[in-house]
């Protein structure tokens, strides 16, 4: 209970020094809501330098996973989720009654678009509720999920106070971006810089130090926002940026130059030049999606960015170029599009990762078979693909990843490389398939030079 004889600010200087203290003798119970590709790594690694860690989730079948000591994220091995449930410093659950027992409380559900690419902050708003029910004096809670600038103190902030509780002095927040980049083996959790931003300098103080007992580099700003901005620039950059090589790329076709050796040579500037590469179009649950959260801020305030919309428009076209790559290749060994056996290889997103959201496959593969395709695809991450999410225009018939026999690499009129995974031996697919549409320059001077099939490069 509050006493009576302190003063607001002296009750606010004891609360966080408590958890200072609770954080740096690792008695401070974590918790983090939405246990994915974002919370499960960052779980583990709380868990791991000695923290006790709930996770908590609303698909049971995951939490089940996490208990029996199963990692079903690729960049976790179930190694270390056993080692800290073992050690009975990990669990996850269902039952959002264990966030009253967490001193802090770190928010990573899902930020997709509506249909209408307005921010769906639904989930975030599921979880905040969560929290608000049992909130009590003594606890930091972060907002990981990406999200545009503001939400943290304009809706977050208000549905923790009505509870009756005030910032600094019964509890903190603060906003952190995440950065994982699922597949990276250079880079994961605990070696990838933290960018914290508090609603108060106390809250940015806490989170700062809670992070620095599981990141080396933690990079305080002054405020939410800041974070939350930072996050949208990081991924509007890359997004421009692809943009930019994938106009190259569709110039460079245009007037018959080699994309990736001009992209080579600019690269040798050691200063003013930051290489990026075309693709079959951009995928994930970030690059694709950010940019609007940014956007969408924007004109809020009567701000148009026309970068980014460009961006989109470029990038969104990709898959349209990729089935015409293929349609033209096709059409020189005098074959139509309709009938034709396309075999695409790689569905996921990105390289050596099983995530098929937003992939540009999806669109392809979606385009080729108005076109009357038969398409076929073999993934080694993703074993069935769906059409049916609620957030893109896709739909059709689930198709199931085929193997990559030599029967079927034969049988396709052209094969597609959509993603790179490196386990695939493409000097086996240039030995067997006739035509081949490479969309991610996977196959090297090498393997080009000696296969016998034809190759169009994006
Ligand atoms: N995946 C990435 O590479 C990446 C990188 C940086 C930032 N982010 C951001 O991190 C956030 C999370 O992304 P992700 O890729 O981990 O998503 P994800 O879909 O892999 O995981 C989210 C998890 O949250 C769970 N969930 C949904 N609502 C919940 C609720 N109310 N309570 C508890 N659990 C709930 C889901 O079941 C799911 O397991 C997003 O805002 C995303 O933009 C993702």
Redesign the pocket.
Known sequence: MRSPSLSGLEFAYLMKNELINLITNKQAHIGV???????LPLLVEFASKGFKATG????ES?AEQINAGTSYIGDVPSRKVQEVVDARRLQATTDFNHLGECDAIII????PLRKTKEPDIS?IL??SE?IAKRLHRGQVIVL????YPGTTDEVLLPMFEEKGLKLDEDFLLAFS??????GNPSFLTHNIPKVVGGVTPDSTEVATHLYSHIVKDVHGVSSARVAEAAKLLENTFRAVNIGMANEMARLCYALNIDTWEVIRAAATKPFGFMPFYPGPGIG???IP??PHYLLWKARQHGFDSRFISLAEEVNSRMPEHVVQLVSDGLNDERKAMKGSNVLVLGVAYKKDVN?VRESPALSIIDRLRAKGANVRYHDPFVSEVRFDDAHTDVSGEPLESVPLTDEELRAADCVIIVTDHSEIDYKRVCSLAPLIVDTRNALNGDIRRESSARIIRL
């Open positions: 809501i939405g246990l994915g590709y974002v919370g908590f989730e609303v698909d995951k990573c559900v899902p930020t989930y599921a979880a969560e990981e999920s990406t999200t971006p995440e950065r994982v980049d699922p994930g649950h970030c999606l950010d995530d």
